[in-house]
């Protein structure tokens, strides 16, 4: 549908993730730049302020040696996301490629994965359990954990940063239901502890503004 679309001149806003496979999405990217019109993935992550904010921050640690993303909960979907060719794979696919995005947007560019993904009791034929780990072009190492296969009443910080300086940690007390992470909670090296509170924005509203100042961009 989103190749049938570019090619009749319409810029496409598509969902996460991309396609079910790598030959599905080159193919949607190639006939967007061939055409000529706006192709965008949906990502509401990117949009969040504490990303950006904690990004800004990295660059007063004097140095990054690991970035940990996280998440973990119990899901069991009924229908079509259960079934791995439907999928594309499994939960890191679906909503797994959030923290993917973030743990990108972070460490930036890699120079190696690995990783090990496991299918286990939550009633998908792709994975439900994901653990990565990422060496950065930066030097610092990178740890993905995604599962739903991991049923836990306790939160946990989604992500967190650790630096010569001090450490970065979103803290999930403060998040609101507008965007996927709270605020950040800043131990510097020396002892004293900062909270940064980051703008309470819908981040998929952003994400769509995002797309609709792109469009008319080409109008002008």
């Not at 921050?57 to 973990?72: K, Q």
């Not at 954990?145 to 967190?160: G, K, L, N, T």
């Amino acid at each position: 549908m989103g190749v049938s679309a570019t090619r009749s001149k319409k810029h496409v806003m598509l969902e996460k993730p991309i396609a079910r496979n790598e030959e599905e999405a080159i193919r949607l990217i190639e006939t967007a730049k061939t055409t000529g019109v706006k192709f965008m993935v949906l990502e509401n992550h990117y949009f969040d302020p504490s990303v950006w904010k904690a990004k800004e921050l990295m660059e007063m640690m004097g140095g990054i040696s690991l970035i940990l993303l996280r998440n973990t909960r119990f899901n069991s979907p009924q229908g079509w996301r259960r079934v791995k060719d439907l999928m594309g794979g499994g939960a890191l696919i679906d909503g797994g490629i959030h923290f993917v995005d973030t743990l990108l947007n972070l460490g930036g560019d890699y120079t190696s994965v690995n990783a090990l993904c496991n299918s286990t009791f939550s009633g998908l034929e792709g994975e439900d359990t994901t653990v990565a780990v990422f060496k950065f072009k930066n030097g610092a190492v990178g740890n993905l954990v995604y599962s739903w296969a991991s049923q836990s009443r306790c939160e946990f910080p989604h992500f967190e940063i650790y630096g010569k300086n001090g450490t970065i940690k979103e803290d999930y007390r403060s998040r609101v239901r507008i965007k996927p992470y709270g605020d950040l909670i800043v131990e510097w090296k020396n002892g004293d502890i900062q909270v940064i509170s980051t703008e309470k924005v819908n981040a998929v509203k952003e994400e769509m503004r995002g797309f609709i100042n792109a469009v008319k961009e080409i109008v002008k």
